[in-house]
């Protein structure tokens, strides 16, 4: 089925409702776009946030945004990826035209849905169609089928012996936590670093710290028992909020003579990220916010803590310009020079989806295989 249409996906119908798995049309893909067979995909935070209806998406969808696949066909006018090649899909395009692609410091490429949440194709129209009714786009990727099509900006070409069951993660999850350590904080040598949130994401904040070459990584969690991995991981001490009469801020001040060079708030809370922002050096100190920031909420916080020279800043997929620095992220997963087997606690066939959307909501990460 070279440029016919492809079935076969699952589709979220409403907001709380389980996916149902339907024979769906996903039609071939027009100039500039790329249809991939998908053969890997992780289950992500964000998706679920869309289900439970936390962040809004127009209705049907198809979800998922963290995988990897097989280009299965290629529009008119696509250079950077022929049938058969092994790629990861982009939910932060790099389209290398628009000012933040061009911008050596930037990185959220103007196409990306992630603020506009149109779901739908840069041309404004969707590729998937089910009993009759245009099925919307996730995030410019739609990851939870068989076949999908993204456009040609949204698609990073990766080594063909990469383990695709793998290297899924590093469509969001790995490379968001690993990127937000070396990109966006550029965490140096013998630096301290704090990191609060020790899911699948904060963990691999942890490994970014620690092939930065700092000195000291304190993992902060309400749940003692994610501590063993974030030790095996890299850090250097771990502590639990719980265990504090006083605020954790204070706690990690203390600790550090002063506070953290670099913070990290890997949770998505309000709370956590001013007690993040609160615990790094008061001079000098930077602070990420890597955490999906909870809808309509504000953060009021003692301008003192800016002034005296504290930085605040955020990162959406670590900072990497996906189609420059997807490739790399895989190839240095091929030297080993970072594992992703821990960040993993499961692999599922993906009809089993709901399933793994259950384990996910009790701290399980998953891969669905197709
Ligand atoms: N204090 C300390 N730890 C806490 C607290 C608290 N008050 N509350 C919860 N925690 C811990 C939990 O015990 C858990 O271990 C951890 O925080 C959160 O882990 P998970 O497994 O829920 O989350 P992850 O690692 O999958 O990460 C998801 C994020 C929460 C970071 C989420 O915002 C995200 O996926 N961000 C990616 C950012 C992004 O770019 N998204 C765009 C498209 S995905
Ligand atoms: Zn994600």
Redesign the pocket.
Same mark, same amino acid.
């Given at each position: 089925a070279t440029m016919g249409t492809e079935r076969s996906l699952s589709v979220l119908w409403e907001v709380n409702k389980p996916f149902s798995i339907e024979e769906v049309e996903v039609a071939p893909p027009k100039e500039h776009e790329v249809r991939i067979k998908i053969m890997a995909t992780g289950i992500?935070?964000?998706?679920d946030h869309v289900i439970t209806g936390a962040l809004v998406e127009p209705f049907p969808i198809i979800l998922g945004?963290?995988a990897a696949g097989v280009v299965e066909s290629v529009g008119q006018g696509v250079t950077s990826v022929k049938p058969g090649d092994k790629v990861v899909p982009l @939910?932060v395009p790099q389209c290398g035209e628009c000012k933040n692609c061009l911008s050596s410091k930037g990185n959220l490429c103007i196409n990306t849905d $992630?603020g506009t949440r149109r779901g739908l194709m840069p041309d404004g129209t969707t590729r998937f169609t089910c009993k009759g009714k245009a099925v919307h786009h996730f &995030?410019g990727t739609s990851t939870f089928t068989e076949y999908t099509v993204v456009h040609e900006s949204a698609v990073a070409k990766i080594d063909s012996a990469a383990p695709l069951e793998k290297v899924c993660l590093i469509g969001? +999850?790995f490379s968001?936590?690993y990127g937000a350590a070396l990109q966006t904080a550029k965490v140096e040598p013998g630096s301290t670093c704090a990191v @609060? +949130? $020790?899911? /699948?994401? /904060?963990? =691999?904040v942890i490994m970014g710290c620690k092939v930065a070459g700092a000195a000291r990584i304190i993992a902060?969690? !309400?749940?003692s028992n994610?501590f063993a991995k974030a030790k095996e991981l890299g850090a250097t001490d771990c502590i639990n909020?719980k265990d504090f009469d006083k605020p !954790?801020h204070e706690v990690l001040t203390e600790m550090t003579g002063g506070g953290v060079d670099y913070s990290f708030e *890997? !949770? +998505?809370?309000t709370?956590?990220m001013t007690?993040a922002f609160a615990c790094c050096h008061y001079n000098y100190g930077v602070s990420v916010i890597? /955490? *999906?920031p909870p809808a309509a909420q504000n953060i009021t916080f003692d301008p003192m803590l800016l002034f005296t020279g504290r930085s605040w800043k955020g =990162? *959406? @997929?670590g900072g990497w310009k996906g189609k420059d620095a997807v490739p790399k992220l895989v190839d240095d997963y091929m030297k080993k020079k970072f594992v992703l087997d821990p960040l993993i606690t499961h692999t599922l066939p993906w009809t089993k989806i709901n399933e793994g959307f259950d384990l &996910?909501r009790t /701290?399980k990460?998953f891969v669905l295989r197709f």
């Open positions: 992500c935070r964000s998706d945004h963290e @939910f $992630l &995030l969001c +999850g968001t936590g @609060f +949130g $020790l899911g /699948g994401v /904060g963990l =691999s902060v969690d !309400i749940n994610k909020p !954790i *890997v !949770i +998505g809370r709370d956590t007690a890597v /955490g *999906v =990162s *959406v @997929f &996910l /701290g990460r």
